[in-house]
Structures are given as structure tokens and as C-alpha cells.
Nanobody
Framework: QVQLVESGGGLVQPGGSLRLSCTASGSIFSINVMAWYRQAPGKQRELVATITSGGSTNYADSVKGRFTISRDNAKNTVYLQMNNMKPEDTAVYFC??????????????WGQGTLVTVSS
């Protein structure tokens, strides 16, 4: 019913920047919360940042001041701008969306994940 497709992952040096994108498609009426999670090797998935349809944002303490989440509601797309990256940011990053379908039911959708590696 809904697909989330991420892009923008890759290898970056410490101190560098990357921008992730995630676009939702399918039987979408509207999208409430969109978010980015990440999962490092051997660790549990953790919340990185959230953004509501109105633009309110929240961040994990570990990324505050370095990462910025934004969204384009017209394009059903969420972004994550990552600056001053650190080796501990290395993880698979997952897009999340709470989607209201055209049937007016609400579902949770996840992207397939994109690998971000911070290394010199």
C-alpha cells in the first residue's frame, strides 16, 4: 500500500556531511509523523529525529546541533541533513512514516534502510 524509498547514504570522512532523503508513495491521503531511526552493528535501533506534518521537530541528544530533519509535504519526502559527522554515526538509517491511507486508516511504514559509514 505504501513504500518508503531512501537514498543518500554512503561513506563520509569524520567532520563531513551527508543528506539522506526518503520519499513515500502509494495510497497516501496524508502523512502524520515522519522520522529517521538508525541501527549500528550489534546495537538496537534508535530514534534519531522526528518531524510532524506541521514542522515540529525533535532530536536525539547525540545528534542535536549536527543533524537537521525537514520535510516537503507536497512531495511526501523527509530529509536528514547530517553535518560534522562522527564515527559513532555509522549505522543503517531507516525512514519511518505514520501514514493515513486514502481509506482513512492509519499504518506505520518503514524504509529498507541506507548504510552510512563515517570513517577516514
Amino acid at each position: 500500500q505504501v513504500q518508503l524509498v531512501e537514498s543518500g547514504g554512503g561513506l563520509v570522512q569524520p567532520g563531513g556531511s551527508l543528506r539522506l532523503s526518503c520519499t513515500a508513495s502509494g495510497s497516501i491521503f496524508s502523512i502524520n509523523v515522519m522520522a529517521w531511526y538508525r541501527q549500528a552493528p550489534g546495537k538496537q535501533r534508535e530514534l534519531v529525529a522526528t518531524i510532524t506534518s506541521g514542522g515540529s521537530t525533535n532530536y536525539a541528544d547525540s545528534v542535536k546541533g549536527r543533524f537537521t530533519i525537514s520535510r516537503d509535504n507536497a512531495k511526501n519526502t523527509v530529509y536528514l541533513q547530517m553535518n560534522n559527522m562522527k564515527p559513532e554515526d555509522t549505522a543503517v538509517y531507516f525512514c519511518f512514516a505514520e501514514v493515513v491511507l486514502t481509506t482513512r486508516s492509519t499504518i506505520i511504514a518503514w524504509g529498507q534502510g541506507t548504510l552510512v559509514t563515517v570513517s577516514s
